[in-house]
Each structure stands twice: as C-alpha cells, then as structure tokens.
C-alpha cells in the first residue's frame, strides 16, 4: 500500500504563486509515475501533469503548459508542483497520484493510489 499526502493548498490572487508538496510512503518502490490532477465544483477530475520517478520527460496538461512545473525529490519520496501566473480558473482541489505502471497515463483510471487533495483558491 502507498500513502499520500498534498500540502501546500491555499488562497492567492491571480497571478500569484503556489507550491504544492506530495508526500509519498509505504511501498512507494512500486509505483513509477506521479501525476498531479484536479476536479473544480460541478467539473471532472483532470489531468494536470506527469512525471516518473526515474526522471527524464515531464507532461503538461495545455492549460497549465509554461506555467506549472512537476518534479520530484526521490530522497523524500516526494513530488512537487509549482504553480506561477494563477488564474481563476485554476482554482480547484488538487489530488496526487501514483502509478505502479512505467507508462506515463493522463486518464485518471490508471492510477492506483491516490491523496486526499488540497485546496487551490485563485482569486481576482
């Protein structure tokens, strides 16, 4: 079983920054790509961005491509996003998730663990 845990959520006007913080543990040597998503009220759950644990490529989602970065700090066991140039329209509750599969999927289905989210406000 793996565990984790989102911090860094809060309340920020537009064009602020963020950094959200993904705590992973338990057995985390099985899961080999971390994703970020998000769910607005009344909107599904999408895809944010990817990364695997090993390094190499990271994948955005268009709407945040430029402005998010994801990348991970394998001695913690955890993953980031840093968030630059909010919008509005960002504001949701942000979820991590891990993926015991090496290919990196943006379809929420595949992954296998998941956080209990975090909070993102973006005001005007």
């Known amino acids: 079983q793996v565990s984790l845990v989102e911090s860094g959520g809060g309340l920020v006007q537009a064009g602020g920054s963020l950094r959200l913080s993904c705590a992973a543990s338990?057995?985390?040597?099985?899961?080999?790509?971390m994703g970020w998503f998000r769910q607005a009220p009344g909107k599904e759950r999408e895809f944010v961005a990817a990364?695997?644990?090993?390094?190499?490529?990271?994948y955005y989602a268009d709407s945040v491509k430029g402005r998010f970065t994801i990348s991970t700090d394998n001695a913690k066991n955890t993953v980031y996003l840093q968030m630059n140039s909010l919008k509005r329209e960002d504001t949701a509750v942000y979820y991590c998730?891990?993926?015991?599969?090496?290919?990196?999927?943006?379809?929420?289905?595949?992954?296998?663990?998941w956080g209990q989210g975090t909070q993102v406000t973006v005001s005007s």
């Open positions: 998730a891990a993926d015991r599969s090496a290919v990196v999927h943006m379809a929420s289905a595949f992954y296998d663990y």
């Open positions: 338990g057995r985390t040597f099985s899961t080999k790509v």
């Open positions: 990364i695997p644990w090993s390094g190499g490529s990271t």
